[in-house]
């Protein structure tokens, strides 16, 4: 690998490099919403129910542990949500990115000082004004926690929806996989590592403002 | 089942053979068959030994804890056919370690019944800056600090203006000066006993201090165990005759400068 090749082949594609990053973005920021609009309130929800919590927290878990691979193979024989493309990359990535929304959402919910929920109700607050106004603001920064984990492995596994056809910086990765080209990969390799340390500050960045002690 | 705890009615708190026990396998008593009235304006001063179930009776008249047996009147209706939330509006609680919120300011956690009660800004404004002088904290110096940025018996005082805040008839006061230094203490207390004869709440004050107990009582219960062992206006309670009055006011004879 020569570092002038390689800075060479990327000023004369910065286009499309850009493009591909772009694309990656995009597909990562819409999975992420999904995801939260599903996991946090599904969390909230499961602090209330008992019951659904092993369920709930047991199959994200299953989905996560599923190589991504491979479930990206699952989905795509699924009338709707399957097929090749972006659609089925988002269903996947949302799969993946709900178990840490959702288990730090619970976890931040219920890992509150008991001396201040007993606080709460000896005010005569209500259940939704106690999850309202005192859990969910205390758990923020547990909650924001899980939506930087979410976020670095949708950006990870993004690479990989490639191979299905959504597009992203994975397209440069398995093309220069298969054309012997590490120019080529590292066109796909360096805008995604950059892309996860800079999510991963700037969600650190908020997550410790947040931060109530 | 609406009804809120109203200033006018009569404020009192009646335990009718009331026994409470955690729901375990062990079934461990911890109030056992307490009968007790508090009539309105009364101050009513619970002392006992740590562990001898003085917090769980405050939770029980709240609607905090329900009891296992027996029944316990608040404003002549049994707690279990209150409306939580009603009856807990109506009865300031100033808990044991403050349990202020810490995401909260002081203004905002003194002011947090009263904006429950859908009080305007003004009025809940005006209000926690009378509560923070009443306490003792100068609003301009401490109204906008969190929790985290004051010490333990200042967090105490803002426990003690939170739970007045809304003006409740009935309020629950569980050790709410444990944290200060003696002379502190004693200003508040001075301080708490002439704002009680002018409020004429119902009152029920938690300690384990007898000399705080003779200081602000009209009345003193003295709990061991879950039991009530004694009765009695302050005056009578030194002279009662029993192992665990006794326990205590032995404590009150250790005089500085006497050697053992
Ligand atoms: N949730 C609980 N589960 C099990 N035991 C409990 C629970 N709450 C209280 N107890 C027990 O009940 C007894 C009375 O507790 P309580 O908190 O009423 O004591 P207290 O008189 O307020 O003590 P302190 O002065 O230390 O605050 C104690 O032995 C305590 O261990
Ligand atoms: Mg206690």
């Known amino acids: 690998m020569n570092p002038q090749t390689t800075w060479a082949f990327f000023m004369d594609h910065r286009d499309e490099i ?14 992420m919403i999904i995801a939260i609009f599903i996991g946090v309130p599904l969390g909230m929800f499961i602090v209330q129910r008992p019951a659904l919590r ?53 976890v931040g919910l219920t890992g509150i000082d008991p001396a201040v929920l007993e606080a709460a109700e000896a005010m ?7 999850l309202f106004r005192v859990r969910f603001p205390l758990a923020l920064a547990v909650i924001l926690a899980g939506i930087r984990t979410a976020t670095i492995i949708t950006i990870g596994v993004a690479t990989i929806a490639a191979a299905i056809g959504a597009g992203g910086l994975g397209t440069f990765i398995f093309r220069g996989v298969a054309l012997v080209s590490d120019s080529l990969i590292l066109a796909g390799a360096i805008p995604s590592a950059v892309l996860a340390l800079l999510a991963d500050f700037l969600l650190g960045l908020l997550e410790r403002r947040l931060k109530v002690s | 089942m609406n009804a809120k705890i109203s200033p006018a009615a009569t404020n009192r708190i009646e335990f009718r053979d009331v026994s409470f026990h955690i729901n375990d396998i062990l079934k461990r008593l911890i109030v056992s068959q307490v009968s007790l009235e508090i009539p309105h304006g009364e101050t009513l001063v619970l002392l006992g030994r740590s562990g001898s179930g003085k917090t769980t009776l405050l939770k029980l008249m709240n609607g905090m804890l329900l009891p296992t047996k027996g029944e316990i009147l608040v404003q002549d209706r049994s707690t279990t056919s209150w409306d939580p939330i009603r009856l807990r509006r109506g009865i300031g609680y100033v ?91 004693a200003e508040l207390q001075r301080e708490f006993s002439a704002l009680v004869h002018r409020l004429g709440k119902t009152i029920v004050f938690v300690t384990h201090d007898l000399r705080e107990a003779l200081l602000l009582a009209s009345r003193i ?26 326990a205590f006011t032995s404590s009150l004879s250790v005089t500085p400068g006497s050697s053992a």
């Open chain 1, 124 to 130: 005569g607050m209500t259940r939704a004004q106690i």
């Open chain 1, 18 to 31: 850009l493009g591909a990053t772009l694309d990656h973005l995009t597909l990562v920021i819409i999975a």
């Open chain 2, 95 to 185: 808990i044991q370690d403050a349990g202020l919120f810490p995401h909260f300011t002081v203004a905002e956690n003194v002011g947090l019944v009263p904006s429950l009660e859908s009080w305007d800004a003004a009025r809940i404004a005006a209000r926690v800056d009378e509560m923070l002088h009443l306490v003792g904290l100068d609003p301009r110096e401490f109204a906008h600090r969190h929790p985290r940025e004051l010490s333990g018996g200042q967090r105490q005082r803002v426990g003690v203006a939170r739970a007045l805040a809304a003006d409740p008839p009935i309020l629950l006061m569980d050790e709410p000066f444990g944290a200060l230094d003696p002379v502190t203490r």
């Open chain 2, 221 to 246: 219960v003295l709990l061991e165990a879950g039991h009530v062992v004694a009765r009695a206006a302050p005056q009578e309670f030194l002279h009662l005759d029993h192992p665990e009055v006794r």
């Open chain 1, 54 to 106: 092993a369920i709930a927290l047991g199959a994200a878990s299953i989905f996560q542990t599923i190589p991504s691979l491979a479930l990206f193979g699952f989905l795509i024989p699924i009338p709707f949500i399957g097929g090749i493309g972006k659609r089925t990359a988002i269903v996947a990535l949302v799969l993946y990115a709900l178990l840490p929304i959702l288990r730090n959402t619970y």
